[in-house]
């Protein structure tokens, strides 16, 4: 990966359709390449890309920070600020908008604080830079503003999109150093074309679910608990399948693909979101509104709104321009949707609000949950993950009023927090139940030989993509190191990225035997697993359900330390803890040598899931009862 010795250009590509637009731009301006130029590629997958047709490069992991828990911490110092009590007015109909906005503000701080501090390091570097490339993004072409719902699932998206580039500029213009963005590939006619059959296609679908829920509402009898929700409809397919008498309004219109004619019919399913009942008559009070948000907007930029410093630069004129796409472009959609949310529960009736999340960029999760609450319905989610409730969590901000939990050990965790019990009642997890079947069948003879086959599984969940890379290479060279081990890397299914994830993984372990599966059921590969490493995350849980010795490792910093937090306890039940390639190389080769090891973790795992979650088969029986009281206590209450 060489570097070329003249850095009067950098070129710095950070999509993997830059690498195309990077060849184009040299071979149209051949100046730059007399002048000599630096390419910097970001993200490994476009390192593997210009590796592949032999360009040389230089790689971008060089310049991150090395203290991102740093960049996490300001971001929500920063947004903790904006959703102080000074911001009592940014609010409508019961909804803090400060609090709705306030995963948006600051992922998008953070992620701005990211790009900044890399190319701030790139050009300290490299002090001889004069021009700096920075080519924009390939995917802002395709985004219309006036789209709500891209509006409710990422408020800024559009300037996440244009991100990179505000960063080069702001950063470009504090070193003095010239800022090129080459223009971007014109829109196709065939784009233009798509844009307007979607146009099309959304007019049809208005028209056809129209005729549907009329159709619905025609022939089958209301039902109860009525429940309206926004989630997956494999999360909701187990409880619907034992309420015959429930009736389900699904939020997620295209779940409905997912359910199939039979449950459309036997859950009367009806399809609606924010749009689906007139809100004419509060135009003159979200016009007063959002009058007043811009003239508040318009006083606080002029005094009050701080200066957004870090390090040696400030990124307060980007922050401006993202509040400015708030209180102009995305708020008067947010106070139509909160009208709408009124006017939905006011139609529907629900007697309960069903929810994936309620801790999410996603802005109609806390609208659903938070106009609930004012109308008396209760607002459920359930646990679907892992939740880090240590410090610089976010466990205060689920905006549902009930949060069903997995077990004794989160109830307590949220309890620690000065939460009431009451509101996180104990579940157990659906999804889980099935398990407890598949561990007795599948169960399989702890094996007793020398060698060892390991399971494992990774994602990413940074801006630095580097750190996946830094996971896998981390537990290849360890495996490398312990005699007779092999591996099966289980990635997520579907094709987004499969190729690169798969050319990534055949690169790292080539010299430790390796499988990988994508589309093969866990429960079968956990059966056949002698140990199994995993980074946070609720594998860790399958894997002690399959009662499998299990490493929990991470290499990012953050994630080492939710790691500390949450899974120390269950060390003294046999979990094993690896922060660096020393010890997981050293849990590993105990394990792999001693049978009768595996064998005794393996045993604790039982103890410790049967004391800290409610994983007994039986969460499904005690989600419906929840769903049933709570809609009981409601209907009695009105």
Known sequence: MGTYENERNILFIYELGHVDVCVRFLSEHPEVREEGYLLIAFGPEIEYALTKKGISFCSGREYCSLDTGRLQLVSKEWTEKFDGPERQWFQYRGVALSRLFFFTIRHYTAYLLFYATLLENLLIRHPAARRLVVFPSLQSPTISPRNAALVRRQPLLRHYLDAVVACARLIGAGRGVAVLVPQAPPRSKRRHLMRSLFVLERTLLELGIHLYNAGIALFRLRGTPRILASDYWRNIEPIMSQLPQGELMLFDRGEMLKAGLGNLWRSRIRLFNFSSFSIRDR?????????????????????????????????????????????????????????GAYALYRVLTPEVVFLRASASLQTHFHILATVARACGIPSLELQHGLEYLGPDSYGTRHSAEYFAVYGQVVQ??????????????????????????????????????????????G?????????????????????????????VIKLRPGPARESYYREMIETLFARVPHTIAQYEPLPELLASADVVVSYFSTFVLEALQFGKPTIVFSVESFEKEMNRFHF??????????????????KALRSLSSDSALRARVAERAERVLAR????????????IELIKRLAREQHETH
């Open 283 to 339: 135009e003159k009070d979200r016009a007063e509104a959002q009058r007043l948000f811009e003239e508040r907007w318009h006083s606080l930029l002029e005094d009050g709104l701080p200066e957004y410093s870090f390090d040696t630069f400030s990124i307060r004129p980007l922050i401006v321009e993202a509040f400015e796409e708030l209180f102009t472009r995305v708020v008067p959609q947010t106070l139509r949707d909160i009208d």
């Open 412 to 457: 307590d965790e949220f309890a620690a927090l000065g939460l009431p019990r009451d509101k996180f009642p104990i579940i157990g997890s659906p999804r889980f139940d099935a398990y407890k079947k598949e561990v007795s069948v599948l169960h399989r003879t702890p094996h007793t030989g020398k060698s060892i086959s390991v399971l494992c599984v």
């Open 459 to 487: 994602s990413v969940s940074t801006q630095n993509e580097y750190d996946l890379e830094d996971y896998y290479a981390t537990i290849a060279r360890a495996l490398e190191k312990v005699p007779n081990s092999s591996v």
């Open 568 to 585: 120390t306890r269950y060390v003294e039940e046999g979990l094993l803890l690896a922060f660096t390639q020393e010890e997981l190389e």
């Open 612 to 623: 800290l979650y409610s994983f007994d088969g039986r969460a499904s029986e005690r989600m």
